[in-house]
């Protein structure tokens, strides 16, 4: 989120902060999909964060069926999707490792429909039309980032 952030000319710590705050009710709600971000957003909501993070992180789960509006709301709702399918990418990789994968490597699974039939990728294609970036900027952008943080993401 940082370094989409700065691509983007936006608050790099306010984005990292919701980037790093997002799945914080994930042990509580991850068995009740539909509680999944409101529990965050309502454990937050005496925190000294704006509505706008706030609102990031609840809608940042599709299943409540929130659009989002803001850069903010945007990004995190694309950067999400994108790292979880990097995740499925790096997984499969022999090493297991982060270092190994490319934005090609990304790119030639992503057209691969039953590759990570999780991912949402109808979430992922609304990331140029959301933020005016291509599918494939968004792989670099967020492999760099991960790759930067390989070995506190264990990956």
Not at 53 to 58: F, G, L, N, P, V
Not at 86 to 103: C, E, G, M, N, R
């Amino acid at each position: 989120m940082k370094v989409l952030a700065r691509k983007l000319n936006q608050d790099e710590e306010q984005w990292g902060l919701v980037g790093l705050l997002h799945d914080l009710d994930w042990d509580y709600t991850k068995t009740e999909p539909t509680k999944h971000a409101v529990m965050s957003a309502e454990m937050l909501k005496n925190e000294d964060l704006t509505d706008e993070m706030r609102s990031a992180i609840k809608i940042h789960n599709y299943v409540l069926g929130l659009e989002p509006q803001t850069p903010l709301e945007k990004a995190l709702y694309s950067c999400e999707a994108m790292t979880g399918f990097i995740v499925a990418v790096t997984l499969v990789q022999p090493s297991k490792k982060l270092k190994d994968v490319t934005a090609d490597s990304i790119m030639r699974k992503y057209k691969e429909k039953s590759f990570g039939a999780g991912a949402k990728r109808e979430i992922i294609n609304k990331v140029q039309e959301y933020l005016g970036i291509s599918v494939e900027e968004l792989a670099k952008i967020c492999l760099e980032a991960m790759q930067g943080i390989s070995d506190q993401l264990g990956l």
